[in-house]
């Protein structure tokens, strides 16, 4: 029976998803690498695990390669089967660790081509591919050199960030000058640099098995996700079109197919961000070779009436997928706190309810007196379906200008 072992930093609500789907999987057993203690991980899923063991650094993979022969050793079996994670900070590490246990699984080479986006870049530039105009910079002069090439406005950025981590915009030199008051780039902390590319921006996730890509999905943002950490007030939404084979998604997909191969994918789900220029031409942004965040995978599923999780563990552990139809078009409302403090009032939800409840398929609404949030998600989210795309959108649009989460 196969042992597989499955990495997770904390128990989030996505890990303990991901988690659950592995051990519906028939015919395995199931071990668990994490930072927090065993009591941590809830009680229904306790029978679904064949082994579990805390250890101290998840981005380590020599203490990754140390838990797993630990449970390797506990549960008796000859080899390890696959060992994974769906948080992208720690691919290389597993990669790592995977090469010297002789597990099968993306390579080191291939985990570093997608963790460092600088290298990503130059990959994908060598081979043609449409990316924004980037250096990587090791001190302060070399980013003011890079400044000269690329110009105003600018992305800086760290070369292994994630989810627009750390990741700002710079507008002209007297607002550089700032940020490298506060961190200047170094040989152990180098700068990703880019130019700041103007349009819509989306996302593209692949599933793919043995280097073949077997099935797609497409979002798009309203606004971006840059705008979002810019603006802590702005509420924002992402709507998965119904229509992802049209024509018009021709060139996206070409370029995203050929920006996997190039980077090396062969089995797993990716989540791509691409930008549609003004003038109407692509923009590879970045991708990760891991699941999407900010409730992608329950909308996916919403949208093709599966569940994605179970559908990533089958791929992972088993290199299997029947590839599902779009039925729907879905899409989420993230609410975020407006002012300062804690979260006093929610207005506007009734309203919502009694106008577009019938579209509302799932939600996520802040409690009175919590903190308000410091991340791009923000304090809640309405999720929302129907068959026809624009239907979701004006829906989207009529939610994040109704519902107001009042701080103070």
């Known amino acids: 029976m196969p042992f597989v072992i499955f990495t997770a930093p904390y128990f989030t609500d996505v890990a303990i998803r991901f988690i659950e789907a592995l051990s519906r999987l028939p015919d395995m057993k199931l071990g668990i690498l994490s930072l927090e203690p065993f009591d941590k991980l809830p009680r229904r899923l306790l029978g679904g695990v064949a082994a579990y063991?805390?250890?101290?650094?998840?981005?380590?993979?020599?203490?990754?390669?140390?838990?797993?022969?630990?449970?390797?050793?506990?549960?008796?079996?000859?080899?390890?089967?696959?060992?994974?994670?769906?948080?992208?900070?720690?691919?290389?590490?597993?990669?790592?660790?995977?090469?010297?246990?002789?597990?099968?699984?993306?390579?080191?080479?291939?985990?570093?081509?997608?963790?460092?986006?600088?290298?990503?870049?130059?990959?994908?530039?060598e081979a043609g591919i449409p990316c924004a105009k980037h250096k990587t910079v090791y001190s302060e002069y070399e980013l003011w050199e890079a400044t000269k090439e690329l110009g105003f406005p600018l992305i800086v950025k760290p070369p292994a960030g994630a989810g627009a981590e750390s990741t700002f915009r710079v507008n002209d030199a007297a607002q550089l000058k700032a940020e490298l008051s506060k961190a200047a780039p170094s040989a152990d902390r180098p700068v990703l640099v880019e130019e700041m590319v103007i349009g819509n921006e989306h996302s593209f996730e692949t599933i793919t098995i043995g280097g073949k890509h077997i099935w797609h999905s497409l979002t798009h943002y309203h606004p971006t996700p840059l705008e979002v950490l810019r603006n802590p007030w702005i509420q924002w939404s992402v709507v998965l079109p119904r229509e992802i084979d049209d024509p018009k998604y021709d060139d996206i997909r070409d370029a995203a197919y050929k920006t996997l191969d190039v980077l090396g994918m062969d089995t797993g789900l990716s989540h791509m961000e691409w930008f549609r220029r003004n003038d109407g031409s692509i923009a590879i942004s970045e991708v990760g070779a891991r699941p999407p965040g900010a409730q992608f995978t329950t909308l996916v599923g919403l949208a093709h009436?599966?569940?994605?999780?179970?559908?990533?563990?089958?791929?992972?552990?088993?290199?299997?997928?029947?590839?599902?139809?779009?039925?729907?078009?879905?899409?989420?409302?993230?609410?975020?706190?407006?002012?300062?403090?804690?979260?006093?009032?929610?207005t506007g939800i009734e309203q919502v309810e009694r106008e577009v409840g019938h579209l509302i398929v799932g939600s996520k609404l802040p409690s009175i007196g919590q903190a308000k949030g410091t991340g791009y998600e923000g304090d809640g989210y309405l999720l929302v379906r129907h068959e026809r795309t624009e239907v979701v959108q004006k829906t989207l649009q009529h939610i994040i200008s109704t519902v107001r989460v009042e701080c103070g």
């Open 53 to 125: 063991l805390t250890i101290k650094d998840v981005a380590s993979s020599a203490e990754i390669e140390r838990g797993a022969k630990a449970l390797q050793a506990y549960v008796k079996e000859d080899r390890i089967h696959r060992l994974f994670g769906a948080v992208e900070q720690i691919q290389e590490a597993l990669a790592e660790a995977r090469e010297h246990l002789g597990v099968e699984g993306m390579s080191v080479e291939t985990a570093k081509n997608f963790r460092d986006k600088g290298r990503m870049k130059s990959l994908l530039r």
């Open 305 to 346: 009436e599966i569940d994605l999780c179970y559908a990533w563990a089958k791929v992972m552990v088993y290199g299997e997928m029947d590839p599902p139809k779009r039925r729907f078009a879905a899409g989420a409302a993230y609410l975020r706190g407006q002012g300062t403090g804690n979260i006093r009032a929610i």
